[in-house]
């Protein structure tokens, strides 16, 4: 049988543990319950198991018959601090946190990869790290796997490509994959501002040092700055997604915040923007004669994917679904991901794959991250199988993939 035939025999068995990490969802590094299942579904498989020492991640190692390369897949388990409102029976039990972002399906498929890989393993020219990560939603746990050695979870044979994948709840239709040469996804850092002037009441101004006009300014400043300090073809976006300032409206309060994300896609443009945006606001606040704090918070890089293994990813794709089933990408996508991490290290690719519900438009379903997001289980097996061919494909295809 072929590796995608073998995945539907156990896509009921990935559909119950998707069901079980979906409805015991954990936040953050810390995931021990997410682990357990890890291991417990892993079991009997011929896998050289280690644990994190610094977070609940999950190594295993399968040996190949051959001295080709090493190949790295990665699945990410943690879910968001968010309220369910999927109505799905097998909604998580846990109040304020879901797998809003699909990590549920890429550490179930992960685990049907493993199973395909046992089942072929006499294909296998080369060793396969299985890498279930933690704390991918702003706790950085790639590179906390990454410090721990997980490229060197081999041994000797150091990984020579990796994959990662991830599932979208809206825009792509379910089924369809999407790769995109150089960068696939953007860089996201974030600024905080904390502004100090002196109260007072609204009614005389002239008394007061007024922290909302200057953070007000600073907020509508930041959008100029963007359009007069960068090049329209590598393109950044700020997005003020906080802001406070005072209790009552007639009273000036002492201090305003506000926090917003950065996105890049170059590391150029994020240089420039880390360097630029606390000049532009402590010129704001210097001519409002109030204080200023700034604190820009280095988040993700960009997730850039080697041409050639994203090729290769796509070429696996196209001869194991179709060419139908593919699509490149035009534009990167705005999300971020610290994958970008694994690829800052070693070559690789980075695959997108529509999970959309059936029956629902995907340019009308909730986003990622929404407490309305679904994903569809049918899209399991796919995911298993396209983890499985790359590393069966990767292994015999020598040191450099294309």
């Given at each position: ?22 409805t015991d969802p954990e936040i953050g590094l810390e995931l021990p319950r ?326 629902i438009d995907p340019t009308r379903a909730p986003y990622n991250h929404s ?32």
């Open positions: 049988m072929s590796v995608h035939e073998d995945a539907r025999e156990i896509h009921g068995d990935l559909v119950a543990l998707r069901h079980a990490l979906h997410t682990q357990e299942k890890v291991v417990e579904a892993l079991d009997g498989l011929p896998l050289e198991l280690t644990t994190g020492s610094r977070t609940t991640s999950v190594t295993g190692v399968l040996r190949g018959d051959g001295d080709g390369p090493t190949v790295l897949l990665r699945g990410d388990m943690d879910a968001l601090p968010v309220q369910e409102k999927t109505g799905v029976e097998f909604s998580s039990r846990t109040d304020g946190t879901m797998h809003a972002c699909g990590h549920d399906l890429h550490t179930a498929m992960l685990v049907g990869a493993a199973r395909l890989l046992g089942q072929h393993r006499d294909r296998l020219n080369g060793d396969v790290v299985l890498m279930f990560q933690p704390g991918e939603e702003g706790w950085d746990g790639a590179q906390v796997m990454l410090d721990e050695g997980v490229l060197d979870a081999a041994g000797s044979k150091s990984v020579d490509a990796a994959y990662g994948m991830h599932v979208f709840s809206s825009q792509i239709p379910r089924g369809r994959f999407v790769t995109r040469p150089g960068t696939m996804l953007a860089a996201s850092d974030e600024i905080h501002v904390t502004v100090h002037g002196s109260g007072g009441h609204g009614s005389a101004p002239q008394h007061a040092r007024d922290p909302v006009t200057a953070i007000s300014e600073m907020v509508t400043s930041l959008q100029t700055m963007i359009t007069r300090r960068f090049d329209a073809f590598d393109p950044v976006v700020i997005s003020v997604g906080s802001l406070h300032a005072g209790a009552a409206a007639n009273v000036i309060p002492e201090t305003a915040t506000f926090a917003a994300t950065v996105r890049t896609f170059s590391e150029t443009a994020r240089e420039r923007v880390r360097e630029s945006t606390p000049a532009v606001l402590k010129g704001i606040a210097a001519a409002h004669g109030v204080e200023i704090e700034v604190d820009y918070v280095p988040g993700y890089p960009p997730t850039v994917g080697d041409v050639d293994e994203t090729a290769f990813a796509a070429e696996t794709i196209t001869e194991t679904f179709g060419p139908d089933r593919h699509e490149t990408l035009t534009n990167p996508l705005t999300g971020s991901e610290d994958f970008s991490r694994v690829l800052n290290a070693v070559p690789g690719g980075f695959v997108g794959l529509g999970a959309v519900p059936d029956g407490p309305k997001a679904r994903y569809d289980d049918a899209v399991l097996t796919d995911g298993a199988t396209l983890y499985a061919e790359l590393a069966l494909g990767r292994t015999r295809a020598g040191v450099n993939a294309g």
